[in-house]
Structures are given as C-alpha cells and as structure tokens.
C-alpha cells in the first residue's frame, strides 16, 4: 500500500477556521502526524489504493485542497511512499 505524505502551511487564517479545515481532512481521512504549537505548518498522513506515484500526488493535492475552501489555498509539500519507493513533489 502506498501513502502520501503533506506538509501544510495555512496562511493568514484564525483557530475557528484552522478547527473547520482540520474536521473536513480529518473527515477526508487525513491524519495528522504532528502535534505543535504552530497550527499553521502542519504534516498530515493519508493511507492510498494506487501505487502511480504521479497521480497520487495530483489527486491529493486536490483532496487536501478541496477542504481548506474557502478559507485558504495552503501553500503544500508532498511525499509519496510505498514499501519499496518514495517520491517528493513541492507544490
């Protein structure tokens, strides 16, 4: 199984909206990997079925982007990883 890793930055958004972004990827399955003082730079787990590095990375940017509309468009950094390979995309 492959995973996506996302390290995100919120930009110029307050705790309610950080609370509704953070519900929505938690809804989205989005688990968050670390806890610290600074809500607004974040990293963020999520479990994948495929194993094409590519369109993982496209189809979760576009996930995990979907829930902060609204309120922001985070600035994020990507890692794609399986068993055997792992891949990084800045985006």
């Not at 919120?10 to 600074?38: A, C, G, Y």
């Not at 576009?62 to 792992?86: A, M, N, V």
């Amino acid at each position: 199984m492959a995973f996506i890793l996302v390290t995100a930055d919120f930009p110029e958004i307050d705790s309610t909206e950080f609370e509704v972004i953070f519900s929505r990827l938690e809804e989205e399955n989005w688990i968050k990997l670390h806890n610290h003082n600074d809500p607004s730079n974040t990293i963020w787990f999520n479990a994948l079925f495929t194993e094409k590095p590519e369109e993982a990375i496209i189809s979760a940017r576009h996930k995990f982007t979907t829930c902060c509309i609204p309120y922001c468009i985070p600035r994020l950094s990507l890692e794609w990883g399986s068993s055997d390979q792992f891949l990084y995309s800045c985006l």
